[in-house]
């Protein structure tokens, strides 16, 4: 009597070879990041290592300086008047972080939780706001703050604070972020609320506002990374040193070094400084708010 005939087993021999390409995939995806993040790092070493060197070695194109002069440092906060353009650059700083995040927060409440007429459309044109390039909108806002369009009090807010931050004390994304993330707050906190007699105001202060700490700190990053890079506007509406922020100081400290190239780096390290000390302190949180960016945290209905 013949045995049956048996069919090859070929699933334990693709099963290693299944298992091989995702694995080679995955090494050749962490190998292109890890060659990006080097080529990234480059330009910051560049600067930090060139604010080091001397006149000479920065001539030369040096990577790392014999000696560290720790002097340049010195040197360049102080013949740039860099004292005062960094006091300018965080009042400017301060108050356009806070315009945002209480603008945001009331506007994004309100188009989350409220129902009032047009709130839609309204919404959608707050969102047909961030298709108009900047570039746009800086003459328009330049003839507000010089008076031209509507009174001001006090006249030209030109080489003002009141200038340099008055247009930027609301944003679009930040309004359009935070709405998404409140509209995800079950309502039965809202209708528990109520019964406990909380107003829109109380449930926005002690319930919701808790409850958003991830996307509050990412709208105050954002808002925070482009004002103090800010460079263009106050260059516009600043013609002298009073009111000019660090940025713009920089810009003349390239002026004034002129082929001092370590006195430029040791300048741009310092402008750069608060921005990287600020992301490392928040850094948890902001990576926690990032995923709301994701397009699947995103629900416009």
Do not use: C
């Amino acid at each position: 009597m013949s045995s049956p005939s048996r069919t090859p087993d070929t699933g334990s021999a693709k099963a290693p070879r299944s298992r091989f390409r995702p694995t080679l995939l995955r090494s050749a995806v962490y190998a292109f990041l890890a060659l990006a993040a080097l080529v990234s790092t480059i330009p910051f070493f560049w600067m930090l290592s060139t604010s080091l060197m001397t006149l000479g070695e920065s001539i030369g194109r040096q990577w790392l300086p014999e000696r560290p002069q720790f002097g340049n440092y010195v040197e360049a906060w102080t013949a740039a008047n860099f004292a005062r353009y960094f006091l300018n650059t965080v009042l400017m700083t301060a108050t356009i972080v806070t315009g945002v995040v209480v603008t945001s927060v009331l506007a994004a409440y309100a188009f989350a939780r409220l129902h009032f007429f047009g709130r839609d459309v309204i919404f959608a044109l707050l969102l047909s706001t961030l298709m108009v390039p900047e570039t746009i909108t800086m003459i328009p806002n330049f003839l507000v703050i010089r008076g031209d369009i509507i009174p001001l009090p006090g006249g030209s807010w030109l080489n003002s604070l009141q200038g340099l931050s008055f247009p930027f004390l609301a944003s679009a994304f930040s309004i359009f972020l935070l709405r998404q993330f409140f509209i995800k707050i079950p309502w039965e906190l809202w209708d528990a609320a109520r019964i406990d007699g909380a107003g829109h105001l109380r449930f926005l202060l002690q319930i919701v506002l808790p409850m958003s700490k991830a996307p509050l700190l990412v709208a105050a990053m954002f808002a925070f990374i482009g004002s103090w890079n800010a460079f263009l506007w106050p260059l516009l509406v600043t013609t002298g040193h009073e009111w000019r922020p660090l940025m713009v100081g920089l810009w003349s400290l390239v002026d004034e070094a002129g082929a001092r190239t370590q006195l430029i780096m040791a300048g741009a390290a310092i402008a750069i400084l608060p921005t990287i000390i600020l992301y490392f302190i928040t850094q948890k949180q902001f990576t926690e708010g990032g995923r709301l960016l994701r397009p699947e945290a995103v629900n416009p209905t």
